[in-house]
């Protein structure tokens, strides 16, 4: 499912313009990556969450030159679902 298919899902819903619904759908996703380029973390409750996690210092290889590199710490953002989000897939979508 792509952005343009949620517009257009929501938009059929809720009676908007699909205009309306994408401006909205944007400033929702902009609003989650300025929280988390600022630190803060985004609770969604029945949803989950969206999170800033911290990689470790760690040790790399270059393999065409046959050399290690050093990575340095980092953040990263992440999603962790919550549990209701996790037991509805599990139990509407059997193993393929």
Do not use: C, W
């Amino acid at each position: 499912m792509t952005k343009a298919d949620i517009v257009a899902k929501i938009s059929e819903k809720l009676g908007l313009e699909k205009g309306d619904v994408q401006a909205t759908v944007e400033s929702f996703m902009e609003e989650v990556k300025i929280s988390l380029e600022t630190g803060d973390n985004v609770y969604l409750r029945g949803f989950g969450s969206f999170i800033v996690k911290t990689r470790a210092e760690k040790t790399g290889r270059n393999i065409s030159k046959n050399t290690t590199i050093k990575i340095p710490a980092h953040n990263i953002p992440a999603f962790k679902p919550a549990k209701v989000f996790v037991e509805g897939v599990k139990t509407n979508n059997e193993a393929k």
